[in-house]
């Protein structure tokens, strides 16, 4: 046993002696104890349901795009550099390149409306409005049957701030959805049952307390006589927000006495840290084998994961990933931006493998899960942050209907809104609509 393990040696000690000093060399006793413990974590055999299923990973601050963007298109195009990475999983995946949202303003706002399409500042006198995320369509066909509608989650708790969000999902109003970073307060939440005093109390709560609105309805309508029409809207999403509080608070209830799954923590790295640079490729993984478990289990359908909140994040060895994103043309720092490209894509190939390795209704979990990964933003050649050509991946859900082993390029100028993609994808999870923000139908090529 290293007597050493548990007490952290500075990277930076030297040995002084008889007016010299000696600089030792990088010892493991200098490592975090996480860094040199990748997960041990095998997915399962089987399982034990068929349902549709999407997951949206976004990674801030875009690309090298000189290395991730394949030189030919259609089914017989080759891998570029940074893609390489994924060459096991070639077949699962499409390339879509040239998109963008038209109505957004990328850059370090990209995450906002990754999923909205949005123009965040479309509404006057407002600084900021955004609209129902695609996500959240889809959790309000497949919540019904599962204990959550969705889950968000992020390297950063909670919302973020206006541009800068920790979170991907935004409902029906355009308020964004609050995300968990922590792996042990998530596992907890999904698999760790309620204790008895637990459900007596939540029961005691809900018996004790009668609707907020019905109380005060006549209240409520005395009071709308005597605003206009800009404080009636306000005062309607106000009353709308505080009615849906009320029916996840049913809702609950109505799971409350349905067990929990039963999930082993041995080997699930619960106690990385999204903040911690050298926690970087553990907490990943451990996130998405949280999200794989709760896909097997049906305890949702619908996740939403930000590996990093934008102007934000660490590659696998710690890098800055923001600053190399203002890289300026340098041929170093385009270097190690594409290595931090390809480390996140060895994060998403491993993932994909889980699902690929899983058994489901004589297919693979794979061939019922859409993934899409991507960013919000291009840092393209020169390092500007822009909204076109945005770096995106779709996989999985081949038994849903999507064609894969394709580059489907677009023209950067004159393309399709990147909302077909997610229009694509919400027909896919069952829901007949035609219309996602500024589609103008489903992405052609994907099906």
Request: glycine share 10%; with cysteine; charged share 25%.
């Amino acid at each position: 046993m290293n007597p050493l393990r548990n007490k952290l040696l500075d990277r930076r000690l030297v040995l002084r002696g008889l007016g010299t000093c000696l600089s030792l060399p990088l010892l493991e006793a200098m490592l975090p104890a996480s860094l040199a413990a990748p997960s041990k974590y095998r997915p399962m055999d089987k399982s034990p349901g068929r349902h549709p299923r999407s997951i949206f990973c976004y990674v801030p601050n875009g690309v090298n795009i000189l290395e991730w963007m394949p030189k030919s298109s259609g089914s017989k195009y080759e891998l570029s550099p940074t893609l390489q990475t994924l060459a096991a999983h070639r077949e699962n995946f499409s390339v879509l390149t040239g998109l963008g949202h038209p109505h957004s303003k990328g850059g370090h706002s990209g995450a906002d409306t990754w999923l909205t399409g949005a123009d965040l500042a479309a509404v006057p006198g407002k600084q900021y409005a955004n609209t129902i995320s695609a996500d959240q369509i889809m959790a309000a066909k497949h919540g019904k049957d599962t204990r959550f509608p969705s889950l968000q989650l992020s390297d950063g708790s909670g919302t973020g701030s206006a541009g800068h969000s920790h979170t991907l999902s935004f409902d029906r109003r355009g308020t964004p959805l609050p995300a968990e970073n922590s792996p042990r307060r998530l596992f907890e939440r999904l698999f760790v049952p309620d204790g008895s005093d637990s459900k007596k109390e939540i029961l005691r709560r809900y018996a004790e307390k009668k609707s907020i609105l019905d109380s005060i309805s006549d209240d409520a309508r005395a009071l709308e006589k005597k605003l206009g029409k800009t404080d009636k809207d306000k005062l309607d999403e106000y009353f709308t927000s505080v009615r849906e509080t009320e029916l996840r608070v049913e809702r609950m209830e109505s799971w409350i006495d349905i067990p929990k799954p039963e999930v082993d923590s041995r080997n699930l790295q619960l106690g990385s840290q999204a903040q911690n640079k050298h926690d970087r490729p553990m907490w990943i993984d451990v996130m998405l084998e949280l999200s794989y478990l709760a896909f097997v289990t049906d305890i949702t359908r619908v996740i939403t994961f930000e590996w990093s909140r934008e102007a934000g994040g660490y590659g696998g060895g710690g890098e800055n990933h923001h600053e190399l994103s203002h890289h300026g043309g340098d041929a170093g720092m385009l270097k190690s931006l594409a290595k931090i490209d390809r480390f996140h894509l060895e994060r998403l190939g491993r993932f994909l493998t889980f699902l690929q390795e899983t058994e489901e209704a004589e297919s693979s979990m794979l061939d019922s899960t859409m993934v899409m990964f991507g960013s919000g933003m291009n840092s393209g050649e020169g390092g500007a942050h822009s909204p076109k050509n945005l770096p995106l991946l779709l996989a999985g859900g081949k038994d849903l209907g999507l064609k894969h082993g394709q580059h489907l390029a677009h023209d950067i100028d004159k393309h399709p809104p990147m909302s077909n993609v997610l229009l694509t994808m919400i027909q896919k999870m069952e829901i007949e609509s035609s219309q996602f923000q500024d589609a103008t139908g489903t992405l052609t090529g994907l099906t």
